[in-house]
């Protein structure tokens, strides 16, 4: 088959490459939602079938992603609708698709590949023109950022990874449901809920892109640190690898926006990477102890959704009993 006709349906919500960092080979270390230390392909691990199929959009859907879209500055607007456009014009080709009597397999086949194929394809554009750059600092080489693409690069994908990942859907939808009121005009909350879970494959790009849009507007703003660990005792990762770890977290009602981050992003066993508001990590640039390490994986690990990464059966151990 030909290679644009193949159906993608094994979907990674965090990018097997980045998870490549702590393999041997293929092959990492992790903890399961059972509290089970194993060891399997990055290829299997962090991924979910048919999580990037997209859904056919009707009025009402192309409505509400519009009054949630409108919120975003005038120039992500336009970026957002043109991305929506494209969308609007498959969904209309898999709509005439469908209403085709007897349609040949060969045409039925072409629909499934836009519909699980075509968000798939993006994440793996943005990937594809970060790998270099990720590839660099999880390496130890910082000074791949003083470009201005491979900056743009990074920060669209640290935007889209924060964005794309499960516990994200569930968590926004889950603040939806606690608090409908975000200034759309559905009165009803199971509308509302049904309209953000049947779309949300669109919302999460769009919030990716405006995330990764925002980080790079305020680099100049924010403090961006290199962190290498020199201590021995690895950093691990998660299904959660872009994390909040600002000390106002600790006041802000659950499921409540916070108005700061500090983001710690571990990119190897021996590196990681910030991105803050705030100067309680600047040390970290120059330093950092055991105590730091372990307190990053804790956080790590508090922020995990079902599974936890790292390098070695043994630096899991350690960690095992708070991850149960």
């Known amino acids: 088959m030909e290679k644009h006709k193949q159906i993608k349906r094994n979907h990674h919500y965090v990018w097997s490459y980045y998870l490549k960092s702590w393999a041997t080979g293929n092959n990492i270390f992790y903890i399961s939602k059972t509290g089970k230390i194993a060891c399997d392909s990055v290829k299997g691990l962090a991924k979910e079938t048919d999580f ?65 194929n075509s968000l798939e394809n ?64 559905h009165k009803e909350l199971k509308e509302l809920l049904a309209l953000f879970e049947k779309n949300w494959w669109f919302l999460s790009f769009m919030f990716g892109t405006s995330i990764g849009y925002s980080l790079y507007e305020s680099k100049d703003r924010d403090n961006h640190i290199f962190i290498t660990n020199n201590t021995g005792h690895p950093f691990i990762t998660s299904d959660h690898p872009v994390i909040n770890v600002h000390s106002s977290l600790a006041l802000i009602p659950e499921r409540k926006e916070p108005e700061s981050a500090d983001f710690y992003i571990p990119l190897s066993p021996k590196y990681a990477y910030m991105i803050n508001n ?29 599974t936890v990464f790292g390098s070695s059966e043994a630096v899991l151990k350690i960690h095992n009993k708070r991850v149960n």
């Open 52 to 116: 990037y199929k997209i859904s056919t959009l009707n009025q009402k859907d192309i409505e509400f992603i519009k009054r949630i879209l409108v919120k975003s500055p005038q120039f992500l607007q336009e970026i957002h609708m043109s991305y929506l456009d494209d969308f609007i014009k498959l969904s209309n080709f898999s709509g005439f698709i469908s209403k085709v009597k007897n349609a040949p397999e060969e045409l039925l086949s072409v629909q499934k590949a836009m519909e699980h």
């Open 122 to 185: 993006l994440h793996s554009f943005i990937e594809g023109t970060a790998v270099e750059v990720i590839s660099k600092l999880a390496q130890g080489d910082s000074e791949c950022l003083k470009s201005k693409n491979n900056m743009m690069a990074f920060c669209s994908y640290v935007g889209h990874q924060m964005s794309r990942i499960k516990s994200f859907k569930e968590k926004s939808i889950g603040a939806v449901r606690v608090n409908p009121d975000i200034g759309v005009e």
């Open 278 to 306: 705030s100067e309680d990590y600047n040390h970290l640039a120059y330093s950092i102890g055991l105590d730091d390490v372990k307190k990053l994986n804790k956080k790590i690990i508090n922020k995990s959704y079902r």
